[in-house]
Structures are given as C-alpha cells and as structure tokens.
C-alpha cells in the first residue's frame, strides 16, 4: 500500500514571499519514486520534478527547490520569491511496488496574492 | 512534440444516459491511465493498461464502467447509466513505464456533468 498525505490544505502568501509546501508519503517498498505536479487554474496537470528513492540530492530548479529526506518520508517543495503565477493546486504524489500506479496526495492549493 | 489528448473536453449529459471518452496518448508510451479527479481532491486511480492488456482496476470502477484500449493505442472510457455522483474530471495520462520512473504526463482532462 502506498499513501500520500499533504496536511496544507491552503496556503496564501504575498508575492515575494517564500513558501514551503510539505509532502509525507508511506510505502513499504525500499525503490520508489516521488513525484510533485502542478494544477494551475486551466485544469491539467502538469509534471514538476521526479526522484528516486536512492537520490536524496536536493533539487533547485530555478526558483523551485525540492527537499527529500527517507528519514522523515518527506518530499517538500520550496518556492523562492513566489510570483503570482505560482497560484495553483500542487501534488505530491508515490509510484512503488512495480510502478505501477502512481498515487496522490489531496492537494495544496497556494495563492499568491500581488 | 503531441501531448495526451482527450475528448471530449466538457460533456453535460442526462442521468440515465451513456457517454464515452477517447484519450490518445503520447505516441511512443506504452501505459495508459485513468484517473478521476473531484473538487478539492487529488487524482484518484481508476485503471492502467500496459499496451493493451488493462492490468489493474479501482474498486471505484464499479460495473458500469468500462475502460479498452483495443490496439495499444488510443482508450476508451464508457460510463454506462449516469449518476449524479459520476460528475468528474475524468483524467487520461501515459507513460513510458518503469524506463521513465513511470513519470505520466496527464491530458487536459474531460469534465462529467451528469444533471
């Protein structure tokens, strides 16, 4: 079994701003990926970054930067000096056992207001 | 570079009534999938093809509903006699597999208003 859990259901910062969105996931498996997704207001999903469990290299992609730590099954998501495009409705989300579904968290819906 | 496509993007329809959703995945993705997505919620897992054999279904795909992928290509989503409760986002997306880290790349989705 495999289970995502992001507890920050909303978040609302003022442009500039800093934001961490945190993600908890649980699987038994030792080989998993994670994955973050974002779901701007047009609808679609569209995919962020990936990681293995064997990589716990953080990631800084522009102004995005990812932090994976086992120790805590936690995948966090920082945004450095959001922008209002940034408003949206980020996923974490768990591939393991096979890869073969990958499973999702409920959401965190961030609002960056001017 | 063609993404996942899905059509129709809207469908109101009457409860009682049948509707079909086609997705045409990335062409070279071998895995299929369907997802469903509520208000509020994060996608939740309905079924996956890997060409065209369908390896696993959600117990949230109850009898009247039926997913095919005949060639290993594009999909079919049947919603037979609609509910109320139907009324979704229907999200198709494909991936490479276990090559990618079954990474899926989702279509714009279809919404399901069954009135």
């Known amino acids: 079994a495999q289970k995502v859990t992001q507890a920050q259901t909303e978040i609302s910062v003022v442009e500039k701003e800093d934001v961490t969105l945190d993600c908890v996931y649980e699987?038994?498996?030792?080989?998993?990926?994670l994955f973050w997704y974002k779901q701007p207001p047009s609808g679609e999903l569209v995919f962020l970054i990936r990681r293995n469990s064997f990589d716990e290299q953080n990631e800084i992609s522009g102004r995005y930067s990812w932090n994976f730590q086992k120790s805590t099954s936690s995948f966090n998501f920082t945004i450095t000096a959001s922008q209002v495009v940034d408003s949206a409705v980020y996923f974490c989300?768990?591939?393991?056992?096979?890869?073969?579904?990958?499973?999702f968290g409920t959401g965190t819906k961030l609002q960056v207001i001017p | 570079d063609t993404g996942v496509s899905q059509d129709p993007r809207h469908k109101i329809t009457k409860r009682g009534q049948n509707v079909t959703f086609r997705c045409d995945p990335i062409s070279e993705h071998n895995r299929l999938y369907w997802y469903r997505q509520t208000l509020g919620q994060g996608p939740e897992f309905l079924t996956y093809f890997q060409n065209e054999a369908q390896l696993e279904k959600s117990r949230l795909l109850s009898n009247r509903f039926s997913a095919e992928r005949p060639k290993g290509s594009f999909s079919t989503l049947e919603i037979q006699r609609t509910e109320q409760g139907d009324s979704a986002m229907y999200l198709c997306?494909?991936?490479?597999?276990?090559?990618?880290?079954?990474?899926?790349?989702f279509g714009e989705g279809s919404w399901l208003t069954v009135v």
């Open positions: 997306a494909s991936s490479l597999g276990r090559n990618s880290g079954n990474t899926i790349y």
């Open positions: 989300a768990l591939s393991s056992g096979g890869y073969q579904k990958v499973t």
């Open positions: 699987t038994r498996d030792t080989t998993y990926y």
